[in-house]
């Protein structure tokens, strides 16, 4: 039986050479924490975290580490469930003093929940690695599924200083020329009016043939958010991501897709398969982009697919294609792809931080078949970039 032994986290950041903005942020660089896990008969797993403050993932990831170790590395719906439990109050974990038990750790601070399920996420992903090395296959076939083309869109278009219309329709119709059949624009960061014209702009500079998406992060509540769909439908959208205020919940989602026949896209701020569970059932969206590096794992991550699936929503996991592939490629019902951020020049972290990448191909994305997700760290990339 193999055992965690170690659990190390590996903070990087590579520096823009450019400032960038989406709707709700500014860009600086691009960030990731690498995950290690490894066991007493030398199998090393390793998994992704994209969060922040990254400082604070790795204290829980390490805290978790010390909680897991000697735990059989095999058994991550047994990891996950301890890991997990620690989020909620459980007999015996309140103080001695008052009836507490001294070996029931208590709940992890509510206003930590985010950092706490990007830390669960890393050591999940790192466990699914470490099982696909263990069984000699790589995650897809360790899951049933089969390797094949995947569907995957580039993502780009983000704001940059005085840049006009223009200039973001020639970046994502370079991506065109790169082979992609799907460019995704970032949006909302003006008014309706504004940013239809930014679409359609967009939209002539990449032609007719290639899907537009768009990513949106969250700039409009419901009324602004029905016009700017009314006004960008001729320009036909393939959807439209994170669309609202991060506060409004399924009803408006429900409102929205009722006023457009514009898909809805949403889920990869999502913490749990529950609140991701509502959006699907009630919200109206068509895909779903639970995000696995972001909150809870591979683990996780089956549970909402699993979901999807009953409701007929199409999964589209968001970035980290060479993690996620694998899950897309065990769903041949309800899998619509995976998102990439083109190549070396437009992501460099993500195509430095392994030595392998998963190559395109026609518009589509091949994932290896080594063991685990296929992925060996490249160390000297890692100690140059650790943050």
């Not at 263990?134 to 983000?158: I, K």
């Not at 043939?209 to 509540?221: E, F, G, S, T």
């Not at 429900?254 to 457009?260: G, Q, R, S, Y």
Request: proline share 7%; net charge negative; hydrophobic share 45%.
């Amino acid at each position: 039986m193999s055992r965690i032994a170690s659990v190390t986290t590996y903070a990087l950041s590579v520096p823009r050479p450019h400032q960038a903005w989406t709707a709700q942020e500014e860009m600086k660089a691009w960030s990731v924490i690498l995950t290690e896990i490894k066991t007493d008969d030398g199998l090393a797993g390793y998994g992704l975290i994209h969060g922040s403050p990254m400082p604070r993932i790795c204290e829980w990831v390490a805290r978790f580490g010390d909680n897991i170790k000697g735990m059989d590395a095999l058994a991550h719906e047994i990891v996950w469930q301890r890991l997990f439990a620690l989020t909620t109050p459980r007999p015996g974990a309140i103080a001695a003093e008052v009836g507490g038990r001294a070996d029931v750790p208590a709940p992890v601070p509510r206003g930590e929940r985010v950092q706490v399920m990007a830390a669960i996420a890393g050591i999940d992903i790192a466990l699914w690695d470490l099982k696909g090395k263990a069984a000699g296959m790589p995650v897809w076939q360790l899951l049933g599924g089969e390797n094949r083309p995947l569907h995957t869109y580039a993502t780009g278009g983000y704001y940059r200083p005085n840049a006009s219309d223009a200039e973001y329709g020639a970046e994502l119709a370079k991506f065109v020329e790169l082979g992609y059949r799907a460019v995704k624009l970032k949006t909302g960061a003006g008014d309706a009016a504004t940013e239809a014209a930014r679409v359609g702009a967009v939209r002539k500079a990449i032609g007719d043939a290639p899907d537009l998406l768009l990513d949106m992060n969250a700039p409009y509540d419901l009324p602004e958010c029905i016009e700017f769909a009314q006004r960008i439908e001729p320009h036909r959208v393939f959807w439209l991501e994170e669309p609202l205020h991060w506060y409004l919940q399924p009803a408006d989602f429900a409102k929205l897709a009722a006023a457009t026949p514009i898909p809805l896209a949403h889920g990869e701020r999502e913490l749990t398969r529950f609140t991701t569970r509502d959006f699907i059932v009630e919200g109206g969206i068509r895909y779903v982009q639970f995000d696995a590096t972001r909150a809870a794992g591979f683990t996780e991550a089956l549970r909402v697919a699993a979901l999807a699936e009953q409701h007929g929503v199409m999964v589209a996991p968001h970035t980290a294609p060479e993690i996620h592939g694998h899950l897309v490629l065990a769903l041949p019902r309800c899998a619509f792809g995976v998102e990439s951020h083109g190549g070396r020049d437009t992501d460099p972290l993500h195509y430095g931080i392994f030595r392998q990448h998963p190559e395109l191909r026609d518009g589509h994305l091949i994932i290896g078949d080594g063991p685990g997700f296929g992925l060996e760290p490249d160390w000297r990339f890692i100690e140059r970039h650790r943050a």
